[in-house]
T-cell receptor, first 114, second 110 residues
Framework: EAGVAQSPRYKIIEKRQSVAFWCNPI?????LYWYQQILGQGPKLLIQ????????DSQLPKDRFSAERLKGVDSTLKIQPAKLEDSAVYLC????????????FGEGSRLTVL | SQQGEEDPQALSIQEGENATMNCSYK?????LQWYRQNSGRGLVHLIL?????REKHSGRLRVTLDTSKKSSSLLITASRAADTASYFC??????????FGIGTKLQVIP
């Protein structure tokens, strides 16, 4: 079974530029998560989708971050404009629908903002 | 906001010793999960314990849950160098948001 795919793995941009990350979850997983993990810290939930709907986006900085889930499958996380403090690893994960079970994580996208 | 808080934040032990890390959380839960993260990689699920369970085993892992104290512990027995990683507890799931703690960084010295 293919795992969660993320791209790009690494991205370096200047502050005020924009960046987009892509995630393809495991086939059949209805729930998709985006986490931000700053070096040395635990993952912070940015947004959680259930199919096309949003379960939680309370910690998503909506003035600069946006996320969408296309047809309940792939998802894109965009940052515009980027700030220095956005430097982090952006982790995508997916899980089965409605079952409190394990999350399957991708390898992450490491963003460096200069 | 982080729901869980792991303790200690860093732990260094010799190979063959046992490693114990703790997690405290703030609100009532349906289940609690533990994950491992190797440096530069994504998180990998280790074990899930439900709120009506007190203890669960998986190989060299033993997890306990005390809902009255809102705490859980993860014990890794007979540690190996390959166990060197960060360990996180997580709460939530299903139709609830899943939040992670700050993690315990474990170093196992060969």
């Amino acid at each position: 079974e293919a795992g969660v795919a993320q791209s790009p793995r690494y991205k370096i941009i200047e502050k005020r530029q924009s960046v987009a990350f892509w995630c393809n979850p495991i086939s059949g997983h209805a729930t998709l998560y985006w986490y931000q993990q700053i070096l040395g810290q635990g993952p912070k939930l940015l947004i959680q989708f259930q199919n096309n709907g949003v379960v939680d986006d309370s910690q998503l900085p909506k003035d600069r971050f946006s996320a969408e889930r296309l047809k309940g499958v792939d998802s894109t996380l965009k940052i515009q404009p980027a700030k220095l403090e956005d430097s982090a690893v952006y982790l995508c994960a997916s899980s089965f629908d409605g079952v409190p079970g394990e999350l399957f994580f991708g390898e992450g996208s490491r963003l460096t903002v200069l | 906001s982080q729901q869980g808080e792991e303790d200690p934040q860093a732990l260094s032990i010799q190979e063959g010793e046992n490693a114990t890390m703790n997690c405290s959380y703030k609100t009532s839960i349906n289940n609690l999960q533990w994950y491992r993260q190797n440096s530069g990689r994504g998180l990998v699920h280790l074990i899930l314990i439900r709120s009506n369970e007190r203890e669960k085993h998986s190989g060299r892992l033993r997890v306990t849950l005390d809902t009255s104290k809102k705490s859980s512990s993860l014990l890794i027995t007979a540690s190996r160098a390959a166990d060197t990683a960060s360990y996180f507890c997580a709460t939530g799931g299903g139709y609830q948001k899943v939040t992670f703690g700050i993690g315990t960084k474990l170093q196992v010295i060969p």
